[in-house]
């Protein structure tokens, strides 16, 4: 029984193996790829529990010419209480 099992993972991973090949073939054929990937978003660190949060996400205040990003209101409400 055990022997069936390892086989037939085997057989899983070879398959998946072979059309993972047969895929790469067909995107280096056509010139273009086929899967996008996304490109890296620049995080901010929270100035009061520095947590990094994406800009476009989080909260944002702008206090000296510089802008501060917040994961929540409570950590922009105790910045603004300093």
Known sequence: MLRAILLLVLLIVAARLFWR???AMIEGASGKPRRRV???VKLERDPVCGTYVAPRSALA???GGATHYFCSEKCRNE???R
Do not use: E, K, M, S
Request: charged share 10%; net charge negative.
């Open 21 to 23: 090949v047969i895929d």
């Open 38 to 40: 996304a490109g890296g």
């Open 61 to 63: 205040l702008t206090a």
């Open 79 to 81: 910045y603004l209480a």
